[in-house]
């Protein structure tokens, strides 16, 4: 078994759902060749918002390299259903990447995902590498550092 390493799976195609931020719809061609972070979020989950800084953080330190974020809004509550205040809190909070809103949680059930937050980490062919759930830097985890490496790893690999 340890030849064999571990499994990894080709990431779902982005549920267009018709609200997005920042950019337009995202094509799974459009991701080829690149790392991806997807992370899922609902702003007002206090959880989500302790990752923000990391989200930032990556934003800026890999702006000019072939790493796409790309957030996931899954509303928890009726308040976060609004495409406006999802823009909002958004801008306010700086993130300047791409961001579906999924009100149908479309996004969230193909990626079978259950928790706020969560974030994973595609290859660059597309492929499910790594992956947090919770927060990053909760009670001294060390998710923030341990996703960064691996991003960082991932950018290294050639791409087919």
Known sequence: ???????????PALV???????????????????????HFYAF????????LPAYRDWQERYKDSDVVIV???TPETPAERKVDSVRDEAAE?????????????????????????????????GYLRHWWHGELNWQGAT????????IDEL?????T
């Open 71 to 73: 957030g996931i809004h």
């Open 143 to 150: 998710g923030e550092a341990s996703m960064r490496g691996w």
């Open 16 to 38: 267009n759902t018709g609200e997005w931020i920042n950019s337009g719809p995202i094509s799974p061609e459009s991701l080829r060749g690149k790392v991806v972070v997807v």
């Open 44 to 51: 007002g989950c206090i959880n989500c918002i302790h990752n």
């Open 93 to 125: 909070q700086k993130l300047g990447f791409p961001i579906v809103v999924d009100g149908r949680n479309e996004n969230w059930d193909a990626w079978g995902n259950s928790i706020w937050p969560s974030v994973c980490l595609l290859d660059k062919e």
């Open 155 to 159: 950018l290294a690999e050639p791409a």
């Open 1 to 11: 078994m340890k030849q064999l390493g571990r499994p990894i799976f080709k990431a």
